[in-house]
């Protein structure tokens, strides 16, 4: 499956080097990297144990259209609001988490507290899609001053395939053993698919003529609640009514090509 993914992004890259040669856009590519807390039905909502327990890593590359600049003449584009605040931007990335409960409910020596505190999960996911990001200050004016700043926001969607894991210290999963009742039957190995939205705030560095560096706080909500692989039945145990997301803090290096 994450091979397909890498060919739909080859695809898309196509499909905008097509648009590069009717419309006459140019194009950057960059490289992303970042710690990404995942926020799901492991550990205590609105815990601050949770939130730093639960944190894993994520890669990516990146490609933008920039709708202000001709590469192949070497000048502007027409001069209009969306060319000089606007981009889009296409992603194949990848983040991976380790999970585990945390919280007040593994505190203590009750069997329920040792069956929560010995189980473990884990999620990877490869997600590919597009965000249009939006720059309040001219994006011309930013290309053309070294040592400028540039924020943006941004809102997209992207398909996602993930991978979770589930399982426990103390032995196989549904047994009375190791799984407190409220996870009987709400665990899966079973990977899928699953659309979601991308938002994010940001800002560029213009660390040289051809070159940018950039900081990106994602929010990424799944519309599915088996992402994790844990989803005990929400009309029963209504605080894991929500569906799994994460937070993405970005470090990014992005290339202008000529």
Not at 238 to 250: G, L, Q, R, Y
Request: charged letters at 15%; hydrophobic letters at 35%; a negative charge.
């Amino acid at each position: 499956m994450p091979k397909n993914f890498i060919i739909t992004f080859l695809l898309l890259f196509g499909l905008s080097n097509s648009l590069k040669a009717q419309f006459g856009f140019s194009h950057e590519i960059g490289a992303i990297i970042g710690p990404v807390a995942f926020q799901s039905d492991y550990g205590e909502r609105n815990d601050f144990s949770t939130n730093m327990g639960n944190t894993g890593y994520g890669i990516g590359i990146i490609h933008y259209l920039n709708f202000s600049y001709k590469a192949e003449c070497n000048c502007y584009t027409p001069e209009t609001y969306f060319n000089d605040h606007f981009k889009l931007r296409s992603e194949l990335s990848y983040n991976k988490t380790d999970l585990q409960h945390f919280g007040r409910w593994v505190e203590g020596n009750s069997i329920g507290a040792q069956q929560l505190k010995a189980m473990r999960g884990s999620t990877a996911v490869t997600n590919i899609g597009m965000q249009l990001e939006f720059f309040p200050f001219s994006v011309r004016e930013f290309t053309a001053t070294i040592g400028s700043l540039a924020p943006f926001i941004s809102l997209g969607g992207q398909f996602s395939f993930y991978d979770p894991r589930a399982w426990s210290e103390l032995g196989p999963l549904n047994t009375p053993i190791s799984t407190p009742i409220k996870y009987y039957n709400a665990t899966t190995n079973q990977g899928g698919t699953v659309w979601s939205i991308v938002s994010s705030i940001g800002c560029r560095y213009k660390l040289t003529e051809l070159s940018d560096l950039m900081v990106d706080l994602r929010w990424q909500y799944y519309f599915s609640n088996w992402v994790d692989g844990l989803n005990p039945d929400p009309t029963i145990y209504t605080e894991n009514k929500a569906n799994d997301w994460n937070v993405w803090f970005n470090f990014g290096y992005i290339y202008y090509l000529q």
